[in-house]
């Protein structure tokens, strides 16, 4: 299957569960919230243009937001995680790791450890920044921190139980465009 097709099925299927299921989940203790989609940007290949990166989160983040009605609200973090990851990438992995043979970021290509910092790293950018965006109406300090600790730990549950179900094989990087 063409790697075009496999992302845009991750990006309507991610879209899909996030809306039908996650968000119709109360949320627990008024400080959890599920949300799962963003793994769409982490899953993204490593060669993928700076400025397409940009366009597919900005996208991926805006329809996300017409289905909750929310514009902007998701739009926002899947930017700032789509600007910040090949940054992540470059600072946790040596270039010549992610250049030699896999096309994009998972357990099989960088290994365990390395994935889950990623994953961590940015699940905490983009958590942080959607509820400072949220923290700014109501200006609870212990609330904007203990919804962002909550939310990412209830997010990195929710990726790793995903990264486990829809294991997904390393694709090996071809000379051929």
Not at 35 to 49: D, Q
Not at 80 to 108: D, W
């Amino acid at each position: 299957m063409s790697s075009i097709i496999k992302i845009i099925i991750n990006f309507l299927f991610l879209i899909l569960i996030q809306v039908f299921i996650l968000n119709r989940v109360p949320p627990l203790h008024q400080f959890i919230v599920p949300y799962l989609y963003f793994i769409f940007i982490l899953w993204l290949p490593f060669s993928i243009n700076r400025v397409l990166l940009l366009l597919i989160a900005f996208v991926f983040g805006l329809s996300l937001d017409y289905f909750t009605g929310t514009l902007g609200l998701h739009a926002a973090p899947c930017v700032l995680i789509a600007y910040v990851r090949p940054f992540v990438l470059s600072f946790i992995i040596r270039q010549e790791t992610n250049e030699i043979s896999y096309a994009a970021p998972s357990f099989k290509s960088m290994g365990f450890t390395l994935y889950a910092l990623y994953v961590a790293l940015l699940s905490v950018i983009h958590n942080a920044y959607l509820v400072l965006i949220e923290w700014l109406q109501k200006g609870d300090f212990l609330y904007f921190l203990g919804k962002t600790m909550a939310t990412t730990a209830v997010s990195l549950v929710l990726i790793l139980i995903t990264e486990m179900l829809l294991f997904r094989k390393g694709e090996f990087r071809t000379n051929a465009g």
